[in-house]
């Protein structure tokens, strides 16, 4: 069914649910995700504060919900995410008094995170991102609260638990800017010595977080073909286009960063002109074309949301932006982008 239908001997097509739509508040939503798309990720459900708030609380609602949805609709669910520096409590590092925990009380308590969440949904999610945005820009490890307490080995154990968890799970790691080759291959490299020890991982997920016309296709293209050079699937994560001036150099910038607001941030509140419609519409079509000419590495291409309404880029780096990124409108209508996209096949 779908533009799913459409891709299906190409590869998944997946969407993100919001919050909102696991805790029942659109159906219509629902209903369409259940029509176009074959893979889905919870946008925020899974996330370390939401699931796991405190030590001893775990809230499984909305993560109980999307395991069913994705069940109930024959879907590939990807599980997002077991290790991230960001959306996770302070707690975890850091004790009452604000003195940093003792090294292996936090690995052990990665071990009980991993296996409580992956082992609650153990042969219900098909891919989980193990680890997520560990690198930094310049092909770094990132100095996150994981790599200060542990060292490069929590990226290594984290797979390692994973695989222990939920055997039949694919294992991926995901991350944002794979398109900057130093960062990339810094990456590429970690995961080699790796994997030459023994740890297990199955793919790489591209965030493709885009703009307009940045970066370019030949730069997506590089990665991809580098990516499954390495031995490694290619998952095409969290697609949305940002169609909106950029407010700030995107590289280096810390995700939990607002920038202020301003009118001239916000040219098209009063809706897009046609002439960016077509924009999108093309450059959507362009991204498509380049994955299905590589389909034989891709596994998976996942949208960030279903309708402009509902995605993150009305918000950030910018809060209170009308962002136009996704497939469907705010009324749930298909775009242009839509159509072009379904015009390839
Ligand atoms: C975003 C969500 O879309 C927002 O709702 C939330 O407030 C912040 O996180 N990289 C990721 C995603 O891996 O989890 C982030 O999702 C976007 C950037």
Same mark, same amino acid.
Not at 108 to 127: S, V
Not at 129 to 141: F, I, L, P
């Given at each position: 069914?779908?533009?799913? &239908?459409?891709?299906?001997?190409?590869?998944?097509?997946?969407?993100?649910?919001?919050?909102?739509?696991?805790?029942?508040? /659109?159906?219509?939503?629902?209903?369409?995700? #259940?029509?176009?798309? @074959?893979?889905?990720?919870?946008?925020?459900?899974?996330?370390?504060?939401?699931?796991?708030?405190?030590?001893?609380?775990?809230?499984?609602?909305? #993560?109980?919900?999307?395991?069913?949805?994705?069940? =109930?609709?024959?879907?590939?669910?990807? &599980?997002?995410?077991?290790?991230?520096?960001?959306?996770?409590?302070?707690?975890?590092?850091?004790?009452?008094?604000?003195?940093?925990?003792?090294?292996?009380?936090?690995?052990?308590?990665?071990?009980?995170?991993?296996?409580?969440?992956?082992?609650?949904?153990?042969?219900?999610?098909?891919?989980?991102?193990?680890?997520?945005?560990?690198?930094?820009?310049?092909?770094?490890?990132?100095?996150?609260?994981? %790599?200060?307490?542990?060292?490069?080995?929590?990226? @290594?154990?984290?797979?390692?638990? #994973?695989?222990?968890?939920?055997?039949?799970?694919?294992?991926?790691?995901?991350?944002?800017?794979?398109?900057? +080759? #130093?960062?990339?291959?810094?990456?590429?490299?970690?995961?080699?010595?790796?994997?030459?020890?023994?740890?297990?991982?199955?793919?790489?997920?591209?965030?493709?977080?885009?703009?307009?016309?940045? +970066?370019?296709?030949?730069?997506?293209?590089?990665?991809?073909?580098?990516?499954?050079?390495?031995?490694?699937?290619?998952?095409?994560?969290?697609?949305?286009?940002?169609?909106?001036?950029?407010?700030?150099?995107?590289?280096?910038?810390?995700?939990?960063?607002?920038?202020?607001?301003?009118?001239?941030?916000?040219?098209?509140?009063?809706?897009?002109?046609?002439?960016?419609?077509?924009?999108?519409?093309?450059? %959507?079509?362009?991204?498509?074309?380049?994955?299905?000419?590589?389909?034989?590495?891709?596994?998976?291409?996942?949208?960030? &949301?279903?309708?402009?309404?509902?995605?993150?880029?009305?918000?950030? +780096?910018?809060? &209170? =932006?009308?962002?136009?990124?996704?497939?469907?409108? =705010?009324?749930? /209508?298909?775009?242009?982008?839509? =159509?072009?996209?379904?015009?390839?096949?």
């Amino acid at each position: 069914t779908g533009l799913a &239908g459409l891709l299906s001997g190409d590869f998944k097509l997946g969407t993100a649910l919001s919050n909102t739509t696991l805790l029942g508040q /659109n159906p219509d939503i629902e209903a369409l995700v #259940a029509w176009e798309f @074959s893979a889905i990720t919870a946008e925020n459900a899974m996330k370390w504060e939401e699931v796991h708030p405190d030590a001893e609380t775990w809230d499984w609602q909305r #993560a109980d919900h999307f395991v069913d949805y994705g069940h =109930r609709n024959g879907m590939y669910n990807i &599980g997002h995410t077991l290790v991230w520096h960001s959306q996770i409590p302070e707690s975890v590092f850091v004790d009452g008094h604000g003195r940093l925990r003792p090294a292996a009380d936090v690995n052990k308590t990665m071990e009980t995170h991993i296996a409580t969440l992956a082992g609650r949904y153990r042969g219900k999610i098909h891919a989980w991102d193990v680890v997520n945005e560990a690198v930094t820009d310049e092909g770094q490890w990132r100095e996150s609260h994981w %790599y200060k307490s542990q060292g490069e080995d929590y990226f @290594s154990r984290a797979f390692h638990l #994973a695989r222990e968890v939920d055997p039949n799970a694919e294992l991926l790691y995901n991350d944002y800017n794979m398109t900057i +080759p #130093a960062k990339r291959d810094f990456a590429l490299a970690q995961i080699t010595k790796f994997r030459s020890r023994g740890m297990p991982i199955h793919g790489v997920g591209m965030q493709a977080h885009v703009h307009l016309s940045d +970066p370019e296709i030949a730069r997506l293209e590089a990665s991809i073909e580098t990516i499954a050079a390495a031995g490694l699937d290619v998952h095409i994560t969290e697609l949305d286009v940002d169609v909106l001036p950029q407010a700030y150099d995107y590289m280096g910038a810390e995700i939990s960063t607002n920038f202020e607001y301003s009118d001239e941030l916000n040219p098209f509140a009063e809706g897009l002109p046609q002439n960016v419609v077509d924009e999108l519409a093309a450059r %959507y079509e362009s991204l498509f074309r380049l994955f299905l000419k590589h389909k034989d590495k891709i596994r998976r291409v996942s949208l960030w &949301g279903t309708t402009d309404g509902e995605s993150w880029k009305n918000d950030w +780096p910018v809060r &209170g =932006r009308t962002n136009y990124p996704l497939l469907f409108d =705010r009324d749930g /209508n298909p775009k242009q982008a839509y =159509r072009a996209i379904a015009g390839l096949k």
